[in-house]
């Protein structure tokens, strides 16, 4: 299988035990399994399989993956998996993109509290399109939808935000008729904005007089009482970013829409361009100035700081389902949205076809274009280590 030029695993090989050792005030051993994972991927380290082609018997070995979910070399066929299980969930009518964003003010009180603020991300925005949507004035209908969390921007810095993707429409309260949305808009994303940041707020102030709220360093200040009532005022006057997309195709569309959200840790392999004199240089997008490319060149230990603070904790999902979408209500609500919207008289967004839904294709063969097939399965002992990168990348 082709391999990129240069991946995280070869920069995290680079640092070597030198890192761990200048990081040891922050880094923990959750962080080192990541960073043991990512190097060990796809290497004989985890065994692997011989593989050979069913059409004209040619013959390869594959490493094993390690499915670490931060790893940027297993998440490939685990988006494949995860779209293939939504196909059948997706409804014949328009969708639509809401990106729900903390202000960076609370960045720091994230990176202290990853659990609380993440739940707290992801309920406070499920709570609002909820709200607004069952609201006469806007909506009127309970809606359905997934959430993706993200803790990145372009330039690795710590950026949480959650894009949640709906369909332009919902069932009436007493689930009668399929109710749809206006094409310019789904809900005025202003009202949006101040119910979220009410919200978010609102948890904020419960999780801090429960105790549960952790300060240090430079936020221990916080911890008293009216430090942190001051504080949220500030944070409170400010405008809260929520932002929405048209609405686009059906279903058709949606999943290859999906493919660039789901399942993506904070950088892709395809990203890095350069790993030399203990710096490493990558590209990113630049939203301020028209989505502009460009490059950045890091020290090694400050991409590898940046990429770790993106770990998330242990146990935590960052895919979630709400509305007529959650695992309570899905299988009863989900054909019936399905059938109001057959009985309507509104303009199908089309059907699912197989020739435009991303599949799962397997190994073939670089010969022939056979499908190569497992005939072995190969313990450590049995491999040779992949090789190391050049050492003219780990040159100081």
């Known amino acids: 299988m082709s391999r990129p030029p240069l991946e995280v695993a070869d920069i995290v090989r680079c640092a070597g035990q030198a890192f761990l050792e200048r990081?040891?005030?922050w880094i923990s051993w959750q962080h080192q399994k990541v960073l043991l994972a990512i190097t060990r991927c796809r290497t004989a380290a985890l065994g692997g399989h011989r593989d050979q082609c069913s059409d004209c018997g040619h013959t390869a070995i594959s490493y094993n993956s390690c499915r670490?979910?931060?790893?940027?070399?297993?998440?490939?066929?685990?988006?494949?998996?995860?779209?293939?299980?939504?196909?059948?969930?997706?409804?014949?009518?328009?969708?639509v993109h809401v990106v729900f964003t903390l202000p960076r003010e609370l960045a720091p009180l994230a990176l202290q509290n990853k659990r609380l603020i993440y739940n707290l991300l992801f309920h406070a925005s499920a709570e609002t399109l909820l709200e607004i949507a069952r609201d006469p004035r806007h909506l009127g209908a309970q809606i359905g939808f997934f959430s993706v969390l993200h803790t990145w921007d372009q330039r690795l810095q710590h950026h949480p935000h959650v894009h949640c993707v709906l369909a332009a429409g919902g069932l009436a309260p007493d689930h009668s008729r399929w109710i749809s949305s206006r094409r310019s808009f789904f809900v005025p994303v202003k009202v949006l904005g101040r119910v979220f940041r009410g919200k978010f707020v609102a948890g904020l102030k419960n999780a801090f007089q429960s105790g549960a709220l952790q300060f240090h360093g430079h936020l221990f200040p916080l911890a008293e009482s009216r430090a942190f009532a001051s504080w949220l005022r500030v944070?409170?006057?400010?405008?809260?970013?929520?932002?929405?997309?048209?609405p686009f195709g059906g279903p058709e569309n949606v999943l290859r829409y999906l493919g660039a959200y789901t399942h993506r840790v904070a950088i892709a392999n395809s990203r890095l361009v350069a790993l030399a004199n203990g710096h490493v240089t990558?590209?990113?997008?630049d939203s301020a100035h028209g989505n502009k490319k460009r490059l950045m060149?890091?020290?090694?230990?400050?991409?590898?700081?940046?990429?770790?603070?993106?770990?998330?904790p242990r146990g935590?999902?960052?895919?979630?389902?709400?509305g007529f979408?959650?695992?309570?209500?899905?299988?009863k609500l989900l054909p019936l949205c399905f059938r109001l919207l057959q009985q309507s008289d509104q303009p199908a967004a089309g059907t699912p076809s197989p020739t435009t839904l991303p599949t799962h294709s397997p190994w073939n063969c670089p010969l022939c274009g056979g499908n190569?097939?497992?005939?072995?399965?190969?313990?450590?002992?049995q491999l040779l280590l992949r090789s190391p990168p050049p050492l003219s990348w780990c040159a100081s």
């Open 316 to 322: 935590l999902m960052r895919i979630r389902n709400f």
């Open 235 to 246: 944070l409170f006057r400010h405008h809260w970013v929520v932002y929405s997309k048209r």
């Open 23 to 25: 990081s040891r005030k």
């Open 282 to 285: 990558f590209r990113w997008r």
């Open 68 to 95: 670490n979910r931060h790893c940027p070399r297993c998440q490939g066929n685990a988006r494949v998996r995860w779209l293939q299980a939504r196909e059948q969930e997706l409804l014949p009518t328009h969708y």
């Open 297 to 312: 060149t890091l020290p090694v230990e400050e991409f590898l700081r940046r990429f770790l603070l993106h770990m998330l």
């Open 325 to 331: 979408l959650a695992n309570r209500q899905r299988a």
């Open 372 to 381: 190569m097939q497992v005939v072995e399965r190969l313990s450590t002992a």
